[in-house]
């Protein structure tokens, strides 16, 4: 089943398939009963999840259950966007309202109007436009950038997170008033670990349709050993995750059976490439063995720091500080990397560290730098 959907980022109509929400396990039933139950009641609905669990599948599925099914249901993923432009796509603007504004354009907000409003990753919007949406959900109206007046909209918005929404407000990341008029009703996705039988059925599901799609005679089936350790694996990408490693394990399979399952298509038969900060994955292999060895380069390590160089540490070298001397080492360095990336503009370099301009004169003073 495919339904139609307006995506985030033009006007367009994309597909949402339905058919990847399959499972037949206590908890994914149970999930799927919380969204059927929650559907028709028009209120804000969070749904929480760790990556790759389907969380866009599940708000497609409350939108279609809903009383709004024949509306809109639009989407806006609010990781890939800045502060600016979340604004700007969720409001709209009026022409002239910025370099570059040549004509009208009108907002997520005003498309989604008598349907349904889809946030992704909503703990990635700025705390100023968390106050608007706040205004739109509590009166139903906003302005759309560069304009006086106000657009009235009736929408219903589905957030979606994989952060724990509550401690961010804690920590003064997000809205206390924002979260409780979007809390209607919080519903947690179970990830893939949790779904006993449901990893097999997924696979066979997603394997058919590779099968398919290459233009293969017959459904490839899974052996013994392939079918082992899929159930075996963790799946921290969960559904996702595990749709990846399917396609791949199809492709490259010659017969009938699936006997081998690669889990990561990263193991170079070459030298190891750099990570970061270092010239090769086995640097960091022997810089660990040696900090665990020999508490001499611990010592080497605080001197190093002693001496305020440049220099960037590992997390191995991290760990094996005291936590006072680490804490100093990884704020001494996102200091100079910020103020490195914002052209030595410190209120631009505040901006990015997300402290004030008088924190970030503080730091650097006790750097010294």
Known sequence: MRLAYTDSMDNNTAPVSMSEALGQSEAFLNFQDQISRVAPIDRPVLILGERGTGKELASARLHFLSRRWQKPFVTLNCAALTATLIESELFGYEKGAFTGAGTRRIGRFEQADGGTLFLDEIGNIPMEVQEKILRVVEYGRFERVG?????????????AANVDLAQMVRAGLFKQDLLDRLSFEVIYVPPLRVRNGDVMLLAKHFAGRMAFELGFDQVLEFGKKAAHDLEAHGWPGNVRELKNVVERAVYKTNGPVITRIDFSPFSSPFDPLPGPGTSSIKQVENRTAALSADGKSIRD????????EEAVLTLAELSGLPLKKAVFALERFRLSQALTAARFNQKEAAANLGISYDQLRGLKKKHGM
């Open 147 to 159: 304009a006086v007046n106000p657009v009235h909209t009736d929408v219903r918005i589905v957030g």
């Open 301 to 308: 390590t605080e001197k190093r720091l002693g001496t305020h």
